[in-house]
């Protein structure tokens, strides 16, 4: 039995595995290697050792050794080398324990030894390319020693597996084919662990004389050439394939029609005759059927993911196919290519695809765990086509522009991408009219000109979800989750009825009289100027919910593939199964066509009887070398936004290396600080060159824990420590060849000193100047030392990861940066009172005995504390900074300047009677020589000591101010303080007020 270890959620090393989620280190590289061989298409077993001997080896064509670093028990040992069948050994093994066996050049520990993979969707990334690597030289080995795959295959991620029952061995073969993707690119449309790709695989199978093979799908034979034959797993995850005698009994069977590609909605034109159904698919993600016969005309794929939202138009003088009333049809895709993803394609009413309109938004991460701030369904991708086609909408984040349909001349844009990331829900309600609908407020905009027609604010509006328009374009229905579901009904720009219901999808007739809509398991049927008529529970839960346009009959399906239909009273009319999630849409005349999540696709008479049934079938055979192939479809988009500066400001000079500046990047939700050095010098991000690191800054599982629940936001943060900074720019320089991770939408915030807090500044958002080098103006400049990168809102970020060549920053050095110094007070305060003054540089694991302690305080209710005996330093900052405290470089002057100082003044006392000694050293980095004031026995290395003031006496009990004159006790040679230690000996003690004047006066 192998026992997984169990997860304790605990970050360990510059790695960030989670100790125990994999497991053992042994189940681990057990695990690596059994998925190696399957790759290599020679499934292994597990042996237990108190199973082996040699009579069970010989059973096999050859054995592997994993993990192996004891010496083998003498039984064991015997067993291997007496089965006479190869055995063979990694690397993760001890060499000299396994003499006279077979080494392979490889070692099945990377999976062990890497990320964790629990909870990480990057894993799938990763051990895919292990699985792939090894399965390489395992394959090549054994062959070497005659050991044969269950069958010859051209693609190593068709996995196969073989049983044997009697005369007939059955052959497995499952399609675990994914893209061949970083997660940056893969997680802009979907997780890694959902990314299959449909291919179609060669295997050449050994088949006996008078043998055939029979695939049990379908129960027929396969066609052989040689022992050859296609496996088609485009449609279905595996096939099973049987190899038996040319006479042979019954065999077990499937059905072939259970698989096919996934419908999810369904358009028809506005003549009736054709329908375009949408797919979620690789490969062909448009159909376009006839309706009089069920044939596929034609099949299309636009974008490089699935297609989404198809619609109707019915063409005109204006309309988008441009050559009059022939209409056409739109559906968006998703161009990986693009910074803009979605993309509204236009379509002739062949199939032809003549425009695409790209989304005015830039969509970030499209995968999260719990904690973006927008859902899975916000409307970031929303578009609208006028009925007739004049024009087209499209509303993201960015901002809302209207193009002509026919020129693609943009009409008008309302923008809003210089201070909020907002998208809108777009609803075409008819030709002159745009409606949109987002945080409280539908308005109705004019498509001449976007002037607003009308606007409703609704009363704590909850979230909208998708609208919907009666076909006589007179009435809206707009659902929301206030107050645990409404529905708004609008007629002429006015709220005609508000019902409470909760709704997941909305259908209205075409005369708005009646609405339908699905919530679980439930359809709920409303007069739409009255109530509730009548609900229905079906057998699972319900979706697309469809009202006939005389608005007689209601449609639905569930998800057990009930489809059900019903008439306005709410009885049933049928409920004929089609064993998978049906899609129906209206014909006139009063047919219904249903679509399955399978593919099959049906039309049936007003009395429910079918007229045809098809299936519908890809004809690509392998996707692949297309999968991320340039789009040619012209392209409409929104110029004229973003704040680049072209050309690019130069590298140099930049702030961040001026300032010996520190960068950090963090999780938040809690903190987790990320080691950027673990992937590259971080010194390469400020060392005048361009050129891009060889793995990105981030580890995958870093960027898949963003908003996942475990961790909240990612921020990354350019500390220049003590040196206040006036910002005019910032420039990115960024991997050319990874697009998908440039930084082109990132909010710049800033710390503000005085009051602890981080503000926001600009929006750094690269528009129509889309390219790796982009710089951004800081208008106005902004003074401060701490300036950090966050998202702007929304979905999760970075959407791929950090891949920067250069970070530069504009502007130029002010001075210290020390809330009192830039202030010019006669008085820096060190230490009273805010806590977040010190805590991060002494409260750190080398300082056990320090803290804070509340009560007993010189001043307000805080002060400092020594538990017990030892020294208190400043956490290490890196060689330029060393022993530190941030923004202290207090400048000591014999004739202070405002915002210069010379005297030093604090509060003391022993924290016991066991104190015998206490110390406070002021000046520059630790250990190099600086002032210190003791009392009793406290003593310092001598090295570290520039001058003493030693006061007399023992250490007091009660609170006692001392004040120094650092300038006559050093006679000028302390010019600046950077840092403070403290020491205590025998017991504890308590330090409070720790103040700098530049007068006595200013000490009072």
């Known amino acids: 039995m192998q026992r997984l270890e169990t997860w304790d959620g605990k970050p360990i090393g510059p790695r960030y595995r989670w100790e125990g989620q994999v497991g053992t280190l042994y189940f681990g590289t057990l695990f690596e290697a059994y998925n190696a061989c399957l790759y290599a298409h020679r499934p292994a077993s597990f042996l237990f050792t108190e199973d082996v001997d040699a009579e069970a080896l010989r059973r096999y064509a050859a054995v592997l050794v994993v993990g192996q670093r004891v010496e083998l028990d003498p039984s064991l040992d015997a067993a291997l080398r007496s089965a006479g069948v190869p055995v063979f050994y990694d690397r993760s093994c001890r060499a000299e324990l396994l003499t006279g066996f077979t080494p392979l050049d490889v070692s099945f520990d990377k999976v062990a030894l890497g990320e964790s993979g629990g909870n990480d969707d990057a894993a799938y990334y990763r051990f895919r390319r292990h699985f792939l690597d090894d399965a390489a030289v395992l394959r090549q080995a054994l062959a070497g020693a005659d050991v044969p795959p269950v069958a010859e295959c051209d693609n190593p991620e068709v996995l196969l597996s073989e049983w044997t029952s009697g005369s007939v061995r059955y052959i497995w073969a499952v399609n675990n084919t994914m893209p061949d993707w970083e997660p940056g690119l893969a997680w802009r449309v979907s997780l890694l662990n959902t990314q299959r790709i449909p291919v179609t695989a060669r295997l050449k199978v050994r088949v006996p004389l008078l043998h055939t093979v029979i695939d049990l799908l379908t129960g027929d034979p396969v066609s052989l050439l040689g022992g050859e034959f296609t496996a088609d797993l485009r449609t279905v995850p595996a096939r099973v394939y049987a190899v038996v005698p040319l006479v042979h ?48 005309d034609w099949r299309r794929r636009i974008g490089h993911f699935f297609a989404f939202a198809p619609t109707a138009w019915s063409g005109g003088s204006g309309g988008s196919g441009g050559s009059g009333g022939s209409g056409g049809f739109a559906a968006q895709g998703f161009d990986m290519r693009s910074a803009e993803g979605y993309h509204l394609y236009l379509l002739g009413g062949d199939g032809a695809v003549r425009r695409r309109y790209a989304l005015f938004g830039l969509p970030k991460k499209a995968t999260n765990w719990a904690r973006a701030e927008w859902g899975y369904d916000t409307a970031l991708n929303s578009f609208a086509v006028a009925p007739d086609g004049s024009w087209v909408a499209a509303g993201g984040d960015l901002g809302l522009a209207l193009w002509g349909g026919a020129s693609g001349t943009e009409r008008w844009a309302h923008q809003w991408w210089a201070d909020r990331r907002a998208p809108l829900r777009l609803l075409a309600l008819d030709n002159a009219t745009l409606v949109t609908y987002a945080q409280g407020t539908i308005t109705g905009l004019s498509a001449a000109d976007g002037s607003t027609l009308w606007s ?112 306005r009273d709410g ?66 988009r929104r110029t004229g936004w973003g704040n680049t500066i072209h050309p690019p400001l130069g590298l140099t000079p930049n702030l961040i290396k001026d300032t010996h500046a520190l960068i950090s990047a963090e999780l938040t939700d809690p903190r987790l600080v990320i080691d950027l050095t673990a992937q590259n010098p971080i010194g390469t991000l400020y060392d005048g060159r361009t ?124 001075g210290a940066s020390h809330r009192d110094v830039l202030a010019r007070r006669g008085r820096a305060v060190l ?89 406070v050293r002021i000046g520059v980095a630790w250990p190099s020589p600086s002032v210190v004031v003791s009392v009793g026995d406290a003593t310092w290395p001598p090295d570290s000591v520039l001058v003493e003031h030693r006061v007399p006496s023992r250490p007091p009990v009660e609170w006692r101010t001392v004040r120094v004159d650092l300038w006559a006790l050093t006679g000028g040679r302390l010019p600046r303080i950077t840092s403070m230690s403290l020491l205590s000996n025998g017991g504890g003690a308590l330090f409070d007020q720790l103040l700098l004047g530049r007068t006595p006066e200013d000490l009072a």
Request: proline letters at 8%; a negative charge.
């Open 831 to 919: 230490f009273d009172e805010r806590t977040e003054d010190l805590r991060a540089s002494f409260q750190h694991g080398h300082n056990p005995m320090f803290g804070f302690q509340r009560g007993d305080a010189f001043s307000g209710g805080t002060c400092l504390r020594m538990n017990g005996p030892g020294q208190a330093h400043p956490a290490f900052r890196g060689s330029t900074f060393g022993h530190a405290v941030p923004d202290w470089d207090f400048e000591i002057r014999e004739r202070p300047e405002p915002g210069q100082y010379r005297y030093f003044q604090f509060a003391w006392k022993a924290a016991g009677p066991q104190t015998a000694g206490m110390s």
């Open 456 to 567: 409703i604010t609704v009363t704590d509006s909850g979230v909208f979800g998708g609208g919907t328009v009666s076909g006589d374009r007179r009435t809206v229905v707009i659902p929301s989750n206030a107050a645990g579901g409404r529905l708004y009904v609008i007629r002429g720009g006015a709220l005609a009825n508000t019902i409470a219901t909760p709704a997941e999808e909305v259908s209205v007739s075409h005369d708005g009289s009646f609405i339908a809509v699905t919530s679980r398991a439930q359809l709920k049927a409303f007069d739409a100027d009255g109530g509730l008529l009548w609900t229905y529970t079906g057998d699972d839960l319900l979706r697309r919910p469809r009202v006939s346009p005389d608005g007689t009959r209601v449609a639905v399906g569930s998800e057990l593939g009930t489809l059900v239909v019903l008439d």
């Open 571 to 636: 009885t049933v009319l049928a409920a004929p199964d089609l064993r998978a999630l049906p899609v129906p849409a209206w014909l006139p005349g009063g047919d219904l066509l249903a679509a399955t999540w399978m593919g099959v696709v049906v039309r049936y008479d007003t009395g429910m009887r079918p007229r045809w049934q098809s299936r519908l079938a890809p004809t690509e055979t392998d996707i692949r070398p297309t999968l991320l192939a340039p789009d040619p479809t012209p392209v409409v």
């Open 691 to 814: 050129d891009p690191p060889a793995v990105p800054w981030l580890p995958w599982l870093v960027v898949n824990l963003v908003d996942s629940g475990w961790h909240g936001k990612f921020l990354l943060t350019i500390d220049t420590f003590r040196t206040q900074v006036e910002l005019t720019g910032v420039t990115f320089a960024e991997d050319p060849a990874h697009p998908e991770s440039w930084l082109r939408d990132v909010r710049l915030q800033w710390w503000e000193t005085e009051n602890e807090v981080w503000h926001d500044g600009p929006m750094l958002l690269s528009g129509e100047v889309d390219e790796a080098l982009h710089s951004h103006p800081v208008q106005p400049p902004l003074r401060a030392a701490r300036f950090r990168f966050a998202t702007t809102g929304g979905g999760s970020w970075p959407a791929g990861n950090i891949r920067l060549g250069e970070l530069v920053l504009h502007g130029r050095p002010l």
């Open 249 to 296: 009994g019954p065999l077990p069977t499937a059905s072939a029609d259970a698989f096919g590609p996934h419908v999810r909605d369904v358009a028809v034109s506005s003549d009736g005759r054709t329908a375009l159904l949408n797919t979620f698919a690789w490969d062909h993600n448009l159909y376009g059927l006839d309706l009089a016969t069920g044939r596929v």
